[in-house]
């Protein structure tokens, strides 16, 4: 069974950077299906962040440009580069399986992004 942690997330002002961790255990094919995904209150999740089949990173045009996603297989994590952090980046943000069958959720990692 695959958990997920996340971790990495507080309160920064806008223009600050955050780095969030997703650290996964269990048996799975592979880190690179793991995506980062976002949810606000009222909103479904949104997934902001993940690999390509084809190996690249893909980004929401939100985030494109500002946040960068890392694979440390040492470290058995998947990680998110936040910078330039706006308010409007405010959100729960979770780890998780970017397509097919999801994994159990973990309790995600708050951000706030202050104006």
């Known amino acids: 069974q695959v958990q997920l942690v996340e971790s990495g997330g507080g309160l920064v002002q806008a223009g600050g950077s955050l780095r969030l961790s997703c650290e996964v255990s269990?048996?799975?094919?592979?880190?690179?299906?793991i995506g980062w995904y976002r949810q606000v209150p009222q909103r479904s999740r949104e997934l902001v962040a993940r690999?390509?089949?084809?190996?690249?990173?893909i980004y929401v045009d939100d985030v494109r440009g500002r946040f960068a996603l890392f694979v440390d297989n040492a470290k058995n994590s998947v990680d998110l580069q936040m910078d330039n952090l706006k308010p409007e980046d405010t959100a729960v943000y979770f780890c998780?399986?970017?397509?097919?069958?999801?994994?159990?959720w973990g309790r995600g990692t708050q951000v706030t992004v202050s104006s």
């Open positions: 690999i390509s089949i084809l190996g690249d990173p």
């Open positions: 998780n399986r970017n397509s097919g069958r999801l994994y159990a």
């Open positions: 269990g048996s799975m094919t592979g880190l690179e299906e």
